[in-house]
């Protein structure tokens, strides 16, 4: 399958999520992209990374511009959402599953794996409040997309000067990525985000992410 036909094949809620976090790659913010659906298939709301932003969001340019809770704002406080899925780029950090958990999402999907900052796996039973709104977790994605999810902030971080402990790390932990990382850095779209759709990233990225299949 090439990269079109499989970005054709892929979830409506993966792919609202990978929109947003190419638009924050573009934008000069940390690569990650939320979304919200309901259980008929409904977009509810999106969320991108806006740390390094400004404007356009109450919490853009503030470090608690994550993806996630940019999504999880939009949600209703008059009802539970236990039959809502929110589907992100990268695994959820202690921040974004606490605000996954007080807003009572149900099930929570993401693509990339973090072992630097990701808290998929943290116990949530550390008082009553937390453990009765214990979300459903799936991830990390298998296949080229989930790579792809995972490397992309490494691409980010490469050419910043930020986090440079994060990339210390991933070096030590699964040096395969950062050469992963290192292979799209290469590519037009990745040098340049703004000026080239998702779809074109993907084609171009597709050798280097689809060998991880």
Known sequence: MDALAAWDALDMGWKAAFQQAWKSFGKGSFPVGSSLFAPNGMLIAVGRNRIFET???????????????????????????????LFTTLEPCVFCMGAIVLCRVGTVRYAGSDSYGGAAKLPLDINAQTAR???????????????????????????????????????????????????????APFQDPRFFPIAKALEEAWPFISSFE
């Open 133 to 187: 709104y214990e979300p459903a977790i799936d991830g990390p994605l298998d296949g080229p997309f989930g790579r792809l999810a995972a490397a992309l902030p490494l691409v980010y971080l490469a050419r910043s000067d930020r986090w440079t402990r994060v990339l210390d790390h991933v070096r030590e932990s699964d040096p395969d990525l950062v050469d992963l990382a290192g292979d799209l850095e290469a590519l």
């Open 55 to 85: 404007g356009g969001d109450p919490l853009a340019g503030s470090l608690l511009a994550h993806a996630e809770v940019g999504a999880l704002s939009r949600l209703s406080t008059d009802e539970r959402h236990d039959d809502v899925t």
